[in-house]
């Protein structure tokens, strides 16, 4: 490499936009020469090894805040710092992105179920789960309380219907939405976990179904209740209803509905 090169020389050498490299240089993190004749500016192998520093730790998804100080500071304990704090940022999103698969799994699984007319009865776990909203209907939710959510505990979280199962009625107790406890500690939302109500882990008689007119009817749990029966179980007197959209939340023509039949403990 020549003594001094342009800017457009180091922008194909490197691969980065000329608007990039000018950007690094207002940032602080590349230093080159100003010839005072024409102002031009003239890269030397310094600046080269300094935009390389940059596009490595960008790579490593540091910010450039991050990139500058340490830059400033040339201290290792400084670096491990910022890498440690980083694998840990990492470990996190990894964690997302696997429970983001493990959810369009599960949707996919239960769509192929239901459009197949597989969507018998099983004994499944409803998970420990916390309470992040609670109120008397969805709007409630929609129109007040989501403002308080991050978008990754939207995404993570689930919608459900409490209901009380009378002999010929279901009766609306609640909506609720929730999210497992395990994922809030995984996620590292210690916040969430705080003053929380706690819904516990139980063992339910489970049933996948087609909403009919955005509802769940009698009709769809008449089969739990005789699964139950025919297993010898006994159940409580409500039930826990999931309401999953398959195309949009505004779509009530096209929701699905996971039922949540609790267990008596014998």
């Known amino acids: ?30 230093h080159p020469h100003v010839n ?31 990139i500058y100080e340490l830059s400033k500071t040339l201290k290792p304990s400084y670096t491990i710092e910022l890498i ?71 995404v993570l979280c689930a919608f459900y219907t409490h209901y009380e199962l009378k002999k010929d009625q279901m009766e609306l107790k609640r909506t609720f939405v929730s999210i497992e406890t395990q994922l809030l500690q995984k996620m590292k939302m210690k916040e969430e976990l705080k003053n929380s109500t706690k819904i516990n882990k139980q063992k339910c008689v489970y049933r996948a179904v087609r909403m009919k007119d955005g509802k769940v009817s009698q009709e769809d749990i008449e089969p739990m209740k005789a699964y139950a029966k025919e297993n010898g179980l006994k159940l409580k007197d409500h039930c826990l209803i999931r309401e999953i959209p398959v195309t949009f939340y505004t779509d009530y023509e096209h929701y699905y509905a996971e039922i949540f039949l609790p267990i008596k403990n014998s």
């Open 36 to 66: 005072p004749e024409n102002n031009y500016r003239m890269y030397t192998l310094m600046n080269v090894l300094e935009l390389l520093d940059v596009i490595y730790y960008r790579h490593l998804d540091f910010p450039l805040s991050d």
């Open 84 to 154: 440690e704090k980083k694998e840990e940022e990492t470990k996190r999103k990894i964690y997302y992105e696997q429970q983001l698969l493990k959810k369009i799994s599960h949707i996919k699984s239960m769509f192929h179920m239901i459009e197949h007319h597989e969507n018998e009865c099983s004994i499944q776990d409803f998970k420990e789960s916390i309470i992040l909203f609670e109120g008397k209907d969805k709007e409630d939710f929609f129109i007040h309380d989501i403002q308080y959510m991050t978008q990754d505990q939207f």
């Open 1 to 30: 490499m020549k003594k001094y090169s342009t800017i457009s020389e180091i922008s194909k050498l490197l691969g980065l936009s000329t608007d990039t490299i000018r950007f690094y240089e207002k940032k602080g993190l590349v």
